[in-house]
């Protein structure tokens, strides 16, 4: 572990694996400490890194070590020679989730995984995919990428029209509309109060065909339905700016909040979906009476749910 640009209490973690056409591929893992063997494992969205300290300050006050990834090609796993963002498959960031929660398991008898945005739909697939191992005890999913924020008539047409581009141009620019406007929301320099860096965060991100594809391919193994087999706690905002002059201080301005609590119920088994008046896209990020409500939300599924699992409660393999 080397420190981390968030200060003092961080140290990061590079790890490495195998090439892929583009080159040298890494992850990073971020750590701070707390008493005890209870961790929470954060992945962040699309074009994002974690930033959220105070995030991890919520986590740490109620004994839970914080680690975070800054997934392939995002944040400060970028190397020079990458495509931001990019990505055939989100199966693609599989090996990081296993080799960090491999890390992980070593200290720590529970495990949170925290997904948000695009994180969100590749921690559930991942978890998903491990279930009955007994790696992790519980998912909290903060405004989850489930379904395309178009209507359904445009994803019935636009799906097999990007997969077949993708197939001949997986690089090829999608012609995507710009999350600018969230990011001058959220970033203090503008008109938010979080500060981040716009290099890693960017006002603009690219969308190319072949993630596109990837993500379209990921919605449709959630929608045909998951069984994750520990509990799961999904939270969204209760509207979503969809217009140009609908408010972006108070809604989620990413995602079609209403889609993300319909496809919620297709995560597995026991799922319990908050909607938090006011949110924002990440939920952390907004304003602090909203925030307050968010974190005392989650504070009571963790101590109905998490708190009450050790090792002696929940043996490895078992639900």
């Keep these: 572990m080397e420190p981390d640009v968030l200060g003092a209490d961080y140290e990061a973690l590079r790890l490495s694996f195998e090439d892929d056409g583009e080159g040298e591929v890494v992850a990073t893992l971020v750590r701070r400490r707390a008493p005890g063997r209870k961790a929470v494992l954060y992945v962040h969205g699309f ?19 914080f680690y975070a990834l800054d997934l392939r090609k995002y944040g400060r796993s970028l190397l020079p020679h990458q495509t931001p963002y990019f990505a055939h498959s989100m199966a693609d960031y599989f090996p990081e989730l296993d080799e960090a929660v491999r890390l992980i398991r070593e200290e720590n008898d529970v495990l949170l995984v925290n997904g948000h945005s695009t994180g969100g739909l590749i921690t559930a697939l991942w978890a ?20 395309l924020n178009v209507p359904a008539a445009v994803r019935v047409l636009a799906g097999p029209l990007v997969r077949a581009a993708a197939r001949v141009r997986p690089k090829g620019v999608f012609p995507a509309p710009s999350a600018e406007s969230y990011v001058r929301t959220i970033h203090r320099d503008h008109d938010g109060e979080w500060d981040f860096d716009l290099a890693w965060k960017p006002e603009k991100g690219t969308v190319r065909l072949g993630w596109l594809a990837a993500i379209i391919q990921a919605h449709r193994q959630v929608h045909a339905g998951l069984a994750i087999d520990v509990p799961v706690l999904v ?20 995602l079609n909040a209403d889609d993300i609590a319909r496809w919620s119920t297709r995560l597995g088994p026991h799922v319990t979906c908050v909607r938090v008046d006011g949110g924002l896209h990440d939920l952390s990020l907004s304003a602090a009476p909203v925030r307050e409500r968010f974190f005392a939300e989650l504070d009571r599924w963790l101590a109905a749910y998490m708190d009450v ?6 043996p490895p393999g078992s639900p």
Excluded: C, I
Aim: aromatic share 12%.
């Design 47 to 65: 074009v994002d890194y974690f930033f959220q300290a105070h995030l991890a300050d919520f986590y740490v006050e109620r004994g839970y070590s």
């Design 235 to 254: 939270m969204a905002s209760t509207r979503s700016a969809r217009r140009k002059n609908d408010d972006r201080t108070s809604a989620d301005a990413v």
């Design 309 to 314: 699992r050790t090792p002696a409660a929940h």
């Design 128 to 147: 998903d995919r491990v279930r009955g191992q007994g790696l992790v005890d519980g998912l909290f999913l903060n405004s989850p990428f489930l379904e």
